[in-house]
């Protein structure tokens, strides 16, 4: 069973701010969050990771919670390449675990 | 750089047949994943490769499924006698062990059509 919760689709219009959010309630102290992005008929690509602390990097921002209970993936001004299933996973950072993807959130960004 | 490559990208196969799905990492990547991805679901993990070795094969449905990795780089997912509910993309990742941020590099997988 997935170890995460995220709505099962969200729009967005171009150019705004895209939040999706991510619960993942029973996360371990050891375990990070991790984002991945499935573009259609692509296979699934790396965006960020954290552990508690909020992070950035070229593609998106991650915002976790006090608690890490919970995460948004922020995509501060989506375009409509962005537009695909953003996937929320929990893991160990090393060493080999088991990742289980769940459904996802389709991302429609709108023109 | 050189991704993750897979191949074939499409195939599709008979009931019955058997196919092999092959899959060449990153150069140097230690860890190898496929996954099974049925329409509109995310990746199911099928098997793990720690160099030559799999370390996981829990997620294999069943014992039509064999995948090997013999010189630890380039692996073959195997099905046999293909069945309908095969149908599926098959998705290969490989990965660093031990880096920091040790993240996982998708191919583009093989779209597996049984008729």
């Known amino acids: 069973d997935a170890k995460t919760t995220q709505p099962p689709s969200m729009d967005c219009a171009e150019g705004r701010a895209a939040n999706l959010p991510c619960n993942h309630s029973?996360?371990?102290?050891?375990?990070?969050v991790y984002w991945y992005r499935q573009i259609h008929s692509q296979g699934p690509q790396y965006i960020i990771h954290?552990?508690?602390n909020n992070e950035t990097n070229e593609m998106a921002s991650l915002i976790i919670t006090e608690d890490r209970k919970s995460s948004t993936l922020i995509l501060p001004h989506a375009t409509l390449r962005d537009t695909a299933v953003y996937y929320c996973?929990?893991?160990?950072?090393?060493?080999?675990?088991?990742?289980?993807f769940g459904i996802g959130t389709k991302l429609q960004v709108i023109p | 750089g050189a991704g993750v490559s897979q191949s074939p990208r499409y195939k599709v196969a008979k009931r019955g047949q058997d196919v092999a799905l092959r899959c060449d990492p990153i150069s140097g990547h230690v860890s190898l994943f496929w996954y099974q991805q049925a329409l509109g679901q995310g990746p199911e993990f099928l098997t793990y490769f720690q160099n030559e070795a799999q370390l996981d094969k829990s997620g294999l449905p069943s014992d039509r499924f064999f995948a090997e990795r013999p010189e630890g780089s380039v692996s073959t997912l195997k099905i046999q006698r293909t069945q309908q509910e095969d149908s599926a993309v098959y998705l290969c990742a490989s990965g660093f062990l031990g880096a920091s941020t040790d993240t996982q590099y998708f191919g583009p997988g093989t779209r597996l059509t049984v008729l």
């Open positions: 954290g552990l508690k």
């Open positions: 996973i929990v893991r160990v950072a090393l060493g080999y675990q088991k990742v289980t």
């Open positions: 029973t996360i371990s102290g050891n375990e990070y």
